[in-house]
């Protein structure tokens, strides 16, 4: 029998990336979004449901007949989410707890949980920063994930839920956000390109690690296809300062930036580079697209006029066929 | 000038036993409970305001001219907290970030918080559990005490918030409540005085650090004298198998317990003794009182009739008073 997807947050960055990439496999696919995608149309053979997340029915509903859910809606980024903490709680904790509860009632058996590989760890001791490492988060975003990710744990021990939580480093590519609070990769372009003044808070030696979306989509898909259960770092497994970033889309523009360097944040975490050896070895995947590679393909992708179909896709190391 | 300290949930098992302690300091007292203390009177010189900890107005008016926040609330206990995780969340977490946030608007500069030694760790790797153990909560009781400590750090690094978290293990002694939920032990003599059955979830090695009132009181008392801040372990340092627990109440009693044992519960971690190095040295506390004595001290207050003040009260090694 196919396998039955529910992609919750189907229409966002990560999500109508995922989709068009599950609909090239022999599987049957839903999405819950709260809205179109304004890049891309919907992709065909694929049940759409549009819906709040927070609405509990609309959720019963979409998960009949699931066998796996990926659930990757987000309703705060980690800039928003501390300016008010009970709205990261209501809109993002809370309906996670009811879907948990849902997927039990119905038996659905498999969760896949995007996290947050740059904020659950909080300023790290090692780097790259294995899965084992403390989680002391110091933003509001990365204490809500770590609440989502010790609930699925809770509901995977008492009730034998088959989970997997990924932490995701910085993931940038195509159709991402660039209104200054998704990602930086986006923003920089963006401001760039228009020829407005680019903030930096601190002195841009923060280091993040960055990955295109493809590698993400490729690890993600394959994580399905294996059925692989636990908690994985999904990243670069490389460090670039924000300055570095930076450089690059100069070079990969031929503008030159307006920088202006702000006071560092309270919240941002200076180091986070993960060690992705597990997930590595877990599913033999390995990313594919250094961060030059990527910041020329979104630039590619801006130049064609910020639509349609992703170029050049997938390439064939990560391309998998479900059973 | 003297302190001014604010004791939520000061008509609880832990908090008339401090408000007590404290009351007989030069001190200003205030309490916010949600009812009065089914044992004791309210102590004389303390002012008692009746509210829901989630009316945050009614908690905004209790703050004002507030230099210690004592917070002693949680309107769940563990074996609760599991059948309805958004109750918890509701009822704890998001009322304990509306009173960070009123703590910050009213530059209320210090707070003390009562975290559970016994479910922020999870199933530990090493005994006894110091503090920088990895935190694995196993139940929805753990997950929350973990986010509401990781809110108090947030706003502690982000907005010089003084704070005090206490890990407390298993605290137990006169006035706490034995209906099932709260304590073991009190639960145990109860049941055994009654002839009632005793319920026992696994086979009773089960291990716990039980700490006796006094010590916890102690503890409290001194680290408000000393403005201690940080993350510290409060607990006996010494684990006991349930099923040695309960022969310690037959010896004292000298009844002999029914017991039934039931299949063991996912939520309940095997064994938790607390590393209680650093509060040693942090405020030269040590604890003073035994298990076997603790008990003796229970059984003492039950056969007073369960009512009335402490009985002998704190030891001269707790006495501090402020300056």
Request: proline share 5%; net charge positive; hydrophobic share 40%.
């Amino acid at each position: 029998m196919k396998k039955r997807i529910l992609v919750l947050g189907g229409n966002g960055f990560i999500g109508c990336h995922l989709v068009e990439e599950l609909a090239l496999r022999d599987v049957r696919l839903r999405v819950l979004a709260r809205s179109k995608n304004q890049h891309v149309p919907p992709v065909k053979g694929v049940e759409y449901r549009y819906a709040n997340f927070s609405d509990s029915i609309d959720v019963a509903e979409a998960l009949v007949d699931v066998d796996i859910v990926v659930h990757l809606i987000s309703t705060t980024v980690p800039a928003t989410a501390n300016l008010d903490p009970a709205a990261d709680i209501k809109g993002n904790l809370l309906p996670t707890i009811s879907l948990l509860q849902q997927m039990h009632e119905l038996n659905v058996p498999r969760l896949v949980f995007i996290s947050s590989g740059g904020t659950v760890y909080g300023d790290a001791k090692v780097s790259p920063i294995p899965e084992n490492h403390i989680r002391n988060p110091l933003s509001s975003y990365g204490i809500v994930k770590v609440a989502i990710e010790n609930y699925i744990s809770m509901f995977s021990s008492q009730y034998g839920l088959k989970s997997l939580i990924l932490r995701v480093s910085n993931p940038y590519g195509p159709r991402q956000g660039h209104i200054g609070i998704q990602g930086v990769i986006p923003t920089f372009f963006h401001r760039i390109l228009s020829g407005e003044e680019i903030k930096i808070w601190g002195d841009g030696t923060v280091i993040r690690d960055y990955l295109y979306i493809d590698d993400l989509i490729g690890f993600i898909t394959k994580s399905i296809e294996k059925n692989l259960v636990g908690i994985y770092n999904v990243g670069s497994g490389q460090g670039t300062a924000l300055k570095d970033v930076l450089s690059i889309i100069e070079n990969v523009t031929n503008i030159k930036a307006k920088v202006n360097y702000l006071p560092p944040r309270g919240y941002d975490v200076k180091n986070v580079v993960l060690d992705i050896t597990n997930g590595r070895n877990a599913l033999d995947w390995t990313p594919q697209i250094s961060l030059h590679e990527g910041c020329i393909k979104y630039w590619q992708w801006v130049k064609r006029g910020s639509s349609g179909n992703r170029l050049p896709g997938l390439g064939t190391k990560h391309r998998f066929s479900f059973p």
